[in-house]
Structures are given as structure tokens and as C-alpha cells.
């Protein structure tokens, strides 16, 4: 079985400054996602970024992008410029690269605060 | 992007009635449905999987008898909680998979359900 560990429930930063939130993972497969979902206030779930695990290149979205170590099993999320927008839950998951029934394990979720 | 939608967005009912929540895929065929459970802070749990017209695969712990799901189309998908008591007074969230389109899900706008 595969598990997703965040180990900061918390954190804050300033904004316009960079926060980085770590995330862990154990799996015997190879062939696997990552993503980093974030859950605002309203509660809606949405996708900030999105990492295959047969590249070895790191993802980038704009100001969000992942530090990938996959032999570490170590994909933590860079968030730069942070806005006020930004202050929400964000959830680390994992998903093996099997068929469309895979499904999606959470980490326990770090609350980031960005203050003005 | 695909919209997921979920209906309705609050609810309140009586303890020992029953409540029906809808989760509709606006813009894409849904070939796979998730349902999650979100207490105050936690992580999304899964509950069940759903793939059209078939059977539920359900997680461990979760009564399929108390929440019945039916995913019926490529675009519906319901979650019934059965004589719902105060204990099943939580937030719920349904997710939908279009094939295998980078693996990633769109996610409802979540339910939150009130038993008194």
C-alpha cells in the first residue's frame, strides 16, 4: 500500500516571500503521479500541480513549482511571490499509473497562511 | 477545464431519513467516480469508487448498505446516505475521472451534511 506523509500541519509565510511545503511518499511501484492539490476556504479541491514519475524534470506552474526526488520519495511543493489568495489547505496525493479506477491517496494536508 | 458539479451544496435532515447527494460531470464523460468523506481538518477519505454501471467498490469500514451509490451514466453519479444519523453529519466530495487523461480527477464542490 501506498502512503503520503506532510509532516508540517501548519505554516505561514509573508506575502511576496517563498514557502516551501514537504511531502513524503513510500511505494514499491515506478510508474506513478504526484500532485499537489490545494483546498481554499470554500472548500473546493483544485489541482495546482501535477508531476509523472518517469520525469525527471520538475514541474512548474507559474509560481508554484515541485522539487522532485524520487529516489528520496521527496516531492515538495515551492510556492514563490505568495499572495493572499494563496491561504489555503494544501494536500499532497499519490496515484499509480495503472488504469482509470486508480485512485488518489492524500497526505494529512499542511494549512499554509499567508499574511499580509 | 472539466467542471464537476455537486448538488446540493448544504443539506440538513432529520435523524432517520435519508439524503441524497448528486455529482455530475457538465462537460466530459465520467468513466470513474470517487466519493470522499472530509472531517474539520483532515484529509479527504475515500469512501467508495464507482465506474458506470457497475457496482461500487467500497473502501473498508464504509457501510455500503448506510451509503448506497449508483453511478447509472457516464455523467451521474449519487451517494445516498441510508437513515442517516448525527454521527454521519460530515463533508462530502465527489470526484470524476474522464478516461485516463493524465490521471488527473475534477473534484465537486462538496456537500456538507447536518443530521439533527
Known amino acids: 500500500a501506498q502512503t503520503v506523509t506532510q509532516s508540517q500541519p501548519e505554516m505561514s509565510v509573508q506575502e511576496a516571500e517563498t514557502v516551501t511545503l514537504s511531502c513524503t511518499y513510500d511505494t514499491s511501484e515506478s510508474n506513478y503521479y504526484l500532485f499537489w492539490y490545494k483546498q481554499p476556504p470554500s472548500r473546493q479541491m483544485i489541482l495546482v500541480i501535477r508531476?509523472?514519475?518517469?520525469?525527471?524534470q520538475n514541474a512548474t506552474e507559474n509560481r508554484f513549482s515541485v522539487n522532485f526526488q524520487k529516489a528520496a520519495k521527496s516531492f515538495s511543493l515551492k510556492i514563490s511571490d505568495s499572495q493572499l489568495g494563496d491561504t489555503a489547505m494544501y494536500f499532497c496525493?499519490?496515484?499509480?499509473?495503472?488504469?482509470?479506477?486508480?485512485?488518489?491517496?492524500f497526505g494529512e494536508g499542511t494549512q499554509l497562511t499567508v499574511n499580509p | 477545464g472539466a467542471v464537476v458539479s455537486q448538488h446540493p451544496s448544504r443539506v440538513i435532515c432529520k435523524s432517520g431519513t435519508s439524503v441524497k447527494i448528486e455529482c455530475r460531470s457538465l462537460?466530459?464523460?465520467?468513466?470513474?467516480m470517487f466519493w470522499y468523506r472530509q472531517f474539520p481538518k483532515q484529509s479527504l477519505m475515500l469512501m467508495a469508487t464507482s465506474n458506470e454501471g457497475s457496482k461500487a467498490t467500497y473502501e473498508q469500514g464504509v457501510e455500503k448498505d448506510k451509503f448506497l451509490i449508483n453511478h447509472a451514466s457516464l455523467t451521474l453519479s449519487t451517494l445516498t446516505v441510508t437513515s442517516a444519523h448525527p454521527e454521519d453529519s460530515s463533508f462530502y466530495i465527489c470526484?470524476?475521472?474522464?478516461?485516463?487523461?493524465?490521471?488527473?480527477?475534477?473534484f465537486g464542490q462538496g456537500t456538507r451534511l447536518t443530521v439533527v
Open positions: 470526484s470524476a475521472r474522464r478516461g485516463w487523461v493524465r490521471g488527473e480527477a475534477f
Open positions: 508531476q509523472e514519475a518517469y520525469k525527471q
Open positions: 462537460d466530459f464523460q465520467a468513466t470513474t
Open positions: 496525493a499519490f496515484m499509480l499509473k495503472e488504469t482509470s479506477g486508480s485512485r488518489l491517496t
